[in-house]
Nanobody, 121 residues
Framework: QVQLRESGGGLVQPGGSLRLSCAAS????????MGWYRQAPGKERELVAI???????TYADAVKGRFTISRDNAKKTVDLQMNSLKPEDTAVYYC???????????????WGQGTQATVSS
């Protein structure tokens, strides 16, 4: 089994910062892409940022220049540094990863349970 566990959410004022972390555990041989998605109340889940095992990153237009995604392949973690936060960034943030459990297995997609980030004065 594979588990993704997020941490680091909370309440912050507009203009503030939060750092989200996600750790993968379980039977893991390797992890391909890792990323963060978010879902605001009444809206669909949307991509925030993704990072490949080689470090190539992709960001949603809404967060470019404010958010930074990073990963530690040895620790099987992915972080999201969120700066200059806006009220519209309020959402549940979900960690996502494509995990190979054995050397020649296909990659399966896994989700964390989510962590709430609220931006409000």
């Amino acid at each position: 089994q594979v588990q993704l566990r997020e941490s680091g959410g909370g309440l912050v004022q507009p203009g503030g910062s939060l750092r989200l972390s996600c750790a993968a555990s379980g039977s893991i041989f390797s992890i391909d892409g890792m990323g963060w998605y978010r879902q605001a109340p009444g809206k669909e889940r949307e991509l925030v940022a993704i990072i490949t095992s080689g470090g190539t990153t992709t960001y949603a237009d809404a967060v470019k220049g404010r958010f930074t995604i990073s990963r530690d392949n040895a620790k099987k973690t992915v972080d999201l540094q969120m700066n200059s936060l806006k009220p519209e960034d309020t959402a549940v943030y979900y960690c996502n990863a494509d995990v190979r459990q054995w050397r020649f297995s296909k990659a399966y997609n896994y989700w964390g349970q989510g962590t709430q980030a609220t931006v409000s004065s």
